[in-house]
């Protein structure tokens, strides 16, 4: 294999395009995102080898089927364009799997030609007729952002193209989470139907990507954001929207407040205390309902669990390495438990990331739009006691020496990845125990003498 070398950034040493990146492409978040949607169909419109590995890393994360459609370039393609795959490869989907959506994703080479993906897609609408499946477009080129991009925005533009306004629903939330697991869905539809209020969360790929075994194959796994619901958006009371570093102008929840009036409260991820009383303080505000007693309850558990582990973990030093707002989450998680996060890393390039670490962990150094390579040397010049991220950073882990508890995604070395729940008082006490427990069990292989009592 060739390298290339790069020009010399003003803030790096001379390196080879062959890293390790600490991020995923931009179709792959979209793909996950319109993958939430109930009947529908990813579409990635460039070659087949996009489509195959973005199959690849999610079925090996989620461990189930996943069928992401592709137009297929061809280098003729390349050269005069793609319109004519891209109607072939909508008319071959609707045949094959009878969809209710197709999300239509653009990769590097279809952005990098020029292709007018819009009045490709609007073409094939008027040559198809009336009664077929909603098309939403999204532009997702892999040259700029991250996976994190690519999912806000196939999230706004599934609002912007579907989504209808009407008479206000007053007991009607939308909810737009951010790249958590099925199992986090879950927590996050239970909480917040147990306000009493009817949840309108998207994308919803629970089911879908964590669903039970199959008598015979389903071409379109059950489950996903019904397309009623989508439409229904614009009547809700509020939408909750949990991210920190996106734009609020390309956001789904931006779209809804900008097009409809829909008030937009925007959150982090629920992880920790701070964080999950914020998301249960809106939803008592919205529904004028307090805390359920089982939250509540949960909530003084984890109070205890926080004073039982407090002497295991205070002042031990964290790297903490991921999506951007799984990382800001963590670290505020970390800070708050006693943890000392030293190292906060992603390769997702916000402009937000280093204000918002400095929120929640001052004295904490931040990387942002780096790869492993990067991360590896700055952990060089500082001790950690245990990393949190994903399982791209296994090698990293090994060669210092550390537990990594894995969290986020992908996660491709231990199985159960769709059900690792970050979110919520339930999800931050098994976060809690699983942090405290890694310290713990490398605190007592690296003793020579061993003990079995803490």
């Given at each position: 294999?060739?390298?290339?070398?790069?020009?010399?950034?003003?803030s790096?040493?001379?390196?080879?395009?062959?890293?390790n990146?600490c991020?995923?492409?931009?179709?792959?978040?979209?793909?996950l995102?319109?993958?939430?949607?109930?009947?529908?169909?990813p579409l990635?419109?460039g070659?087949?080898?996009?489509?195959?590995?973005?199959?690849?890393?999610?079925?090996?994360?989620?461990?189930?089927?996943?069928?992401?459609?592709?137009?297929?370039f061809?280098?003729?393609?390349?050269?005069?364009?793609?319109?004519?795959n891209?109607?072939?490869?909508l008319?071959?989907?609707?045949?094959?799997?009878?969809?209710?959506?197709?999300?239509?994703?653009?990769?590097?080479?279809?952005?990098?030609?020029?292709?007018?993906?819009?009045?490709?897609?609007?073409e094939?609408?008027?040559?198809?007729?009336?009664?077929?499946p909603?098309?939403?477009?999204?532009?997702?080129?892999?040259?700029y952002g991250?996976?994190?991009?690519?999912?806000?925005?196939?999230?706004?533009a599934?609002?912007?193209?579907?989504?209808?306004g009407?008479?206000?629903?007053?007991?009607?939330?939308?909810?737009?989470?951010?790249?958590?697991?099925?199992?986090?869905?879950?927590?996050?539809r239970?909480?917040?139907e147990?306000?009493?209020l009817k949840?309108?969360?998207?994308?919803?790929?629970?089911?879908?990507?964590d669903g039970?075994?199959?008598?015979e194959?389903?071409?379109?796994?059950?489950?996903?954001?019904?397309?009623a619901?989508?439409?229904?958006m614009?009547?809700?009371?509020?939408?909750?929207?949990?991210?920190t570093?996106?734009?609020?102008?390309?956001t789904?929840g931006?779209?809804?407040?900008?097009?409809?009036?829909?008030?937009?409260i925007g959150?982090?991820?629920?992880?920790?205390?701070?964080?999950?009383?914020?998301?249960?303080t809106?939803?008592?505000?919205?529904?004028?309902?307090?805390?359920?007693?089982?939250?509540?309850?949960?909530?003084?558990r984890?109070?205890?669990?926080?004073?039982?582990?407090?002497?295991?973990?205070?002042?031990?030093?964290?790297l903490?390495?991921?999506?951007?707002?799984?990382?800001?989450?963590?670290?505020?998680?970390?800070a708050e438990?006693?943890?000392?996060?030293?190292?906060?890393?992603?390769?997702?390039h916000?402009?937000?990331?280093?204000?918002?670490?400095?929120?929640v962990?001052?004295?904490?150094?931040?990387?942002?739009?780096?790869?492993?390579?990067?991360?590896?040397?700055?952990?060089?010049?500082?001790?950690?006691?245990?990393?949190?991220?994903?399982s791209?950073?296994?090698?990293?882990?090994?060669?210092?020496?550390?537990?990594l508890?894995?969290?986020?995604?992908?996660?491709?070395?231990?199985?159960?990845?769709?059900?690792?729940?970050?979110?919520?008082?339930?999800?931050?006490?098994?976060?809690?125990?699983?942090?405290?427990?890694?310290?713990?069990e490398?605190?007592?292989?690296s003793?020579?003498?061993?003990?079995s009592?803490?």
């Open positions: 294999m060739t390298h290339t070398t790069l020009p010399v950034h003003p790096r040493q001379a390196f080879t395009a062959a890293r990146a991020k995923m492409c931009t179709p792959l978040g979209a793909c995102a319109f993958t939430g949607i109930e009947g529908a169909v990635l419109h070659s087949q080898g996009c489509s195959t590995y973005i199959r690849r890393y999610l079925i090996s994360h989620f461990r189930e089927p996943m069928d992401i459609a592709s137009s297929n061809s280098e003729q393609s390349a050269i005069f364009g793609g319109a004519d891209l109607k072939t490869a008319t071959n989907v609707i045949r094959s799997y009878s969809p209710t959506c197709v999300g239509v994703c653009t990769t590097c080479l279809s952005e990098t030609i020029g292709d007018n993906v819009s009045a490709i897609v609007g094939f609408r008027k040559g198809a007729g009336d009664g077929g909603a098309i939403v477009h999204a532009s997702t080129p892999s040259y991250s996976h994190f991009d690519g999912y806000i925005a196939a999230v706004r599934i609002v912007e193209q579907l989504a209808q009407g008479e206000g629903e007053a007991d009607l939330v939308n909810v737009i989470p951010g790249m958590v697991s099925p199992a986090d869905l879950r927590y996050i239970e909480l917040v147990d306000f009493g949840c309108n969360l998207l994308p919803d790929y629970a089911e879908r990507l039970s075994a199959w008598a194959y389903q071409k379109i796994p059950a489950g996903g954001t019904p397309m619901d989508i439409r229904r614009g009547r809700a009371a509020a939408t909750l929207e949990m991210t570093v996106a734009d609020f102008a390309k789904g931006g779209a809804l407040s900008a097009r409809f009036g829909v008030r937009r959150l982090g991820l629920p992880i920790g205390i701070d964080a999950t009383d914020a998301l249960c809106a939803l008592q505000e919205v529904s004028g309902r307090p805390l359920p007693r089982r939250h509540a309850d949960e909530r003084g984890l109070v205890d669990a926080y004073v039982d582990g407090h002497k295991y973990i205070a002042e031990k030093r964290v903490i390495f991921g999506e951007e707002d799984m990382v800001i989450s963590l670290a505020g998680f970390a438990i006693g943890l000392k996060p030293v190292l906060c890393a992603s390769g997702g916000s402009g937000r990331f280093a204000a918002e670490i400095a929120r962990a001052p004295d904490c150094r931040t990387l942002d739009d780096v790869d492993f390579e990067d991360i590896a040397d700055a952990s060089g010049e500082i001790d950690v006691d245990v990393i949190l991220g994903n791209k950073g296994y090698k990293l882990a090994k060669s210092l020496k550390r537990p508890v894995r969290v986020g995604m992908p996660i491709h070395d231990r199985l159960g990845a769709a059900r690792i729940l970050h979110v919520g008082y339930r999800g931050t006490q098994q976060l809690f125990d699983r942090i405290a427990n890694a310290i713990l490398h605190s007592q292989d003793n020579e003498i061993g003990y009592y803490l």
